[in-house]
């Protein structure tokens, strides 16, 4: 038997209070046990109320969202799934994803219609998917390494990344313990709502040593330079007539779970690279990436998986080494080591 997942709604606005109430509600495997009005509220409902995980503003006033995370992930950490606008508090959600939140729903910046109700489907499978996570921990500071020349770049000439919940902190502890002289261009899918990528790519780079940049249609790839999807596009790179090899934001293919989806950019990456194509699939919800992988391997290229002890969905990793399609399994901390050996 299915166990209800139960659920404490953290919003200042009474009206989104109600409207996710009722969102959450109309999923069976789901009971909303309570809400709170700002983070101060929310402490004490998470002691008496004991939720399995909490939907969480970020604006708010008296003790706001960040404050209520940071606190709770401090006294006995929980899933917490953000639901905020992202142009009034995307530095925000940055800070509370470093912080330990699992997933992030974008609402709709006209919260007075019904516009906040096509939310609902995105919600509820986040909401879901928390209850079974590990919650993230914030990533540590960059090991030092000492200074060592850089591998050639030879049987790897491409470095491609798909993941999904719980892929900010994933990437935080990858991206920043690879070397200034790194020498293949990388190219990362985040499934993250529209708005937030940019903001993350800012993020990572100020904790890398690479330049890390939302991808716009047409970017030259270059060596050590790594572009992030942007949401709400599909990115894939494309081989051009002068024989240098560039980026392309499409809204095609239609019919994909995600956009960006991670099967889109392994497919290019496979086609452009082929043997020299390495995929990782980290942690996440779904099977996206499980295709991608197979047009990777299907070329001779190599695919890394995320262990299933450190993922905090253990979804796309596991289908793609199901599907017999991992060359190696590898816990978070060991995957830089893992890229840089497989060059």
């Known amino acids: 038997m299915t166990q209800i997942v139960r659920v404490l709604v953290v919003d200042d606005s009474a009206y989104v209070r109600k409207v996710l109430r009722e969102m959450l509600s109309r999923s069976p495997f789901l009971e909303v046990v309570g809400a709170a009005r700002d983070g101060a509220e929310g402490l004490e409902l998470v002691e008496q109320l004991r939720p399995d995980v909490v939907t969480l503003d970020l604006n708010m006033p008296n003790s706001d969202g960040l404050d209520f995370l940071r606190r709770q992930m401090a006294r006995r950490p929980l899933p917490v ?55 993230p921990v914030p990533a540590p500071p960059p090991a030092v390494r000492a200074a060592a020349p850089a591998p050639r770049a030879g049987r790897t000439d491409i470095l491609v990344i798909g993941v999904s919940t719980g892929g900010p902190q994933a990437l935080k502890r990858i991206i920043p313990l690879l070397p200034a002289d790194f020498p293949i261009p990388v190219a990362v899918v985040l499934h993250m709502p529209v708005g937030y990528t940019e903001l993350f790519a800012r993020s990572l780079a100020a904790a890398s040593r690479l330049p890390v940049s939302e991808a ?28 240098t090899v560039a980026t392309r934001l499409s809204l095609q293919p239609l019919d994909t779970p995600h956009r960006p989806a991670v099967d889109v950019l392994f497919r290019s990456a496979a086609e452009v690279f082929g043997d020299r194509t390495l995929a990782v699939v980290l942690t996440g919800m779904g099977s996206d990436g499980t295709a991608g992988a197979g047009w990777v391997k299907a070329h001779g290229g190599r695919v890394f998986t995320e262990a299933e002890e450190s993922c905090v969905v253990y979804g796309m990793p596991r289908a793609v080494a199901e599907a017999g399609l991992s060359d190696e399994t590898v816990p978070l901390d060991r995957m830089a080591g893992a890229i840089l050996g497989a060059l």
């Open 81 to 135: 799934v953000v639901v905020s606008v992202a142009s009034e508090s995307g530095e925000l959600v940055m800070q509370a994803l470093d912080a330990g939140a699992v997933d992030v729903v974008r609402k709709p910046t006209a919260l007075a219609t019904d516009r906040v109700y096509e939310i609902a489907a995105d919600l509820v499978a986040k909401v879901k998917a928390a209850a079974a996570a590990r919650v």
């Open 216 to 243: 716009r249609d047409g970017d030259p790839l270059r060596p050590g330079a790594v572009l992030v999807a942007q949401a709400g596009y599909h990115l894939s790179v494309v081989r051009r007539a002068d024989r």
